[in-house]
């Protein structure tokens, strides 16, 4: 007994080097998303400018949004893979700070912010810039890494392919959430609105919901799904496609209010930006698909 003991923890002692290097290499990719996938608000002006008039209580309210989705985000695919909560929270926490820091520096280094800058100017930039860094972070091990001796057990497992519909949808969300945050600070979304009428609307709706089906199930791209020869061809659309683009609709209406691109636009008007901002939304909900 006490033999076998001692070979399990020669066995621990062995690969704790290697999760602890694992966990390094993963935080390396994630710097690397973190600035991949942000340096295109790092470099718009609007962002900057939210940073000082955005309402705090909406600032609050997005970071509060921001961080459970980095814990199921970071279950899904964090910097190693986690067996437990705690371990998902911890990569949420170190995804953010990441962020922070990431967007900090290159706010600093692009003079933006600077020493005369009053501390509820830098702190609200930096704090919103830090949320899309956050999620660039975790993407950056899907999108950055190699396969891993983990992704090939999973793949002999089968662990990989079972994924759950709230799981789905929740993959959706983020995905609809990061394009949103990139474009809805712009004054083209309200352009557009108002160049639009209720036809052009229903049109790129339509268009949206195609494209969303297609990229999933009909483009055969990498990482696309496919129906069991059993399966009618309107159920996918049905359970995944159409509640997908309602998922993009909200994750548009809430990316415009919170950067107050709705409060001085009428009924008609609001609805318009929400659908052109959605179009955009469902593309990424549907990569995310695709991605994640």
Do not use: C
């Amino acid at each position: 007994m006490a033999a076998v003991d001692g070979q399990q923890r020669d066995n621990t002692d062995r690969h704790e080097p290697d999760r602890v290097n694992r966990f390094l290499i993963g935080i390396a990719r994630g710097v690397a998303g973190a600035l991949l996938f942000s340096i295109p608000m790092l470099m718009t002006m609007e962002m900057w400018f939210l940073g000082f008039y955005m309402e705090r209580e909406r600032l609050f309210l997005l970071l509060a949004l921001n961080f459970p989705l980095l814990i199921g985000l970071s279950h899904r695919i964090g910097f190693e893979h986690t067996a437990t909560w705690r371990e998902s929270t911890r990569d949420a926490i170190v995804a953010y700070g990441m962020g922070v820091a990431a967007s900090a520096l290159i706010l600093v280094l692009f003079g933006v912010i600077t020493l005369d800058m009053a501390p509820r100017e830098w702190v609200g930039m930096v704090a919103l810039q830090a949320v899309p860094a956050s999620i660039g972070a975790l993407l950056g091990r899907s999108q950055l890494s190699m396969r891993d001796e983990d992704d090939e057990e999973e793949d002999k497992t089968g662990d990989a392919v079972e994924t759950s519909y709230a799981t789905e949808l929740f993959m959706m969300a983020v995905g609809a959430l990061f394009l949103s945050l990139n474009l809805a600070p712009t004054e083209e979304m309200i352009l557009l609105a108002h160049k639009m009428t209720a036809w052009h609307a229903l049109g790129l709706l339509s268009l949206s919901i195609f494209l969303m089906h297609g990229f999933v199930y009909a483009l055969a791209f990498r990482g696309g799904h496919s129906l069991q020869e059993d399966t009618p061809g309107w159920h996918a659309f049905v359970r995944f496609t159409l509640p997908g683009y309602v998922v993009a609709l909200v994750v548009s209406l809430y990316a415009l209010w919170t950067f107050g691109r709705l409060d001085d636009l009428g009924s008609a008007q609001a609805i318009l930006a929400v659908v052109v901002l959605s179009f955009p939304a469902a593309i990424g909900a549907a990569a995310a698909r695709l991605i994640l």
